[in-house]
C-alpha cells in the first residue's frame, strides 16, 4: 500500500499498490504492520457498506466522540462519490479546514479519515457503494454530526443534494 498524507494532519491517501498479471491484479488494501509503521489507528472492529441508488445522494458529516472515538478507512467500491472531511480538532492547525476528493471504482483510492474529523460524500452517479472499515463500534449515544453546508466551514459540493436525510439536514449550527 503507498500511504501520502492529505493537507490535512493525519489524514491519508492509502492507495493499491497493484501487481498485475494476465489474470488481472491483486493487491493489499489493508495491513496492520503497515498502518502501524505510518502512524495510524490499526484497530480494525467493523466493516459497513452504504449503497445509494441515486446521483446526488449525500450522506454526512458524521463522527464519533469520546469515549468511543473512531478512525475510519473509506473506498468507493462501486460507482463514484466526492467525499468530504472536516477538521473538528481544536488544537490542530487545520482546525475546521475541509477536503474534498472524488473515491471511485476507477482510482480504487482509499481515506483514513483519523479521530476527530467528520465526514461524510455525495454520490457523482447513480448505483454508488461505499465500503467502510472501523476502529470502533458504532456508539449511537456518541454519533454527532455537523451540517453539511454549515458556514462554518464553507465545503464546496459539486451540486446541492438531491437526496439527504432529515438528521443530516437539521443538524444546529457549529460551535465549539
Not at 501487481?19 to 502501524?36: A, K, L
Amino acid at each position: 500500500m503507498l500511504f501520502n498524507e492529505t493537507r490535512l494532519k493525519g489524514a491519508f491517501f492509502v492507495d493499491l499498490q497493484i501487481e498485475e498479471d494476465e489474470r488481472g491484479f491483486f493487491s493489499r488494501s489493508w495491513c496492520q504492520n503497515e498502518f502501524i509503521e505510518h502512524g495510524l489507528n490499526p484497530s480494525l472492529v467493523q466493516c459497513n457498506v452504504s449503497f445509494n441508488l441515486r446521483k446526488g445522494t449525500l450522506r454526512g458529516m458524521h463522527y464519533q466522540v469520546e469515549p468511543f472515538p473512531e478512525a475510519k478507512l473509506v473506498r468507493c467500491t462501486m460507482g463514484m462519490i466526492y467525499d468530504v472531511i472536516i477538521d473538528l480538532r481544536p488544537e490542530s492547525p487545520t482546525f475546521k479546514d475541509w477536503f474534498g476528493v472524488e473515491l471511485s471504482d476507477e482510482n480504487r483510492q482509499g481515506l483514513y479519515i483519523p479521530f476527530g474529523f467528520a465526514h461524510g460524500f455525495q454520490t457523482l452517479v447513480d448505483n454508488s457503494e461505499v465500503f467502510y472499515q472501523m476502529s470502533e463500534f458504532y456508539h449511537p449515544e456518541c454519533s454527532k454530526g455537523v451540517r453539511w453546508n454549515d458556514q462554518s466551514f464553507g465545503v464546496e459540493w459539486p451540486q446541492g443534494p438531491r437526496t439527504i436525510s432529515n438528521r443530516d439536514e437539521q443538524y444546529p449550527d457549529f460551535r465549539l
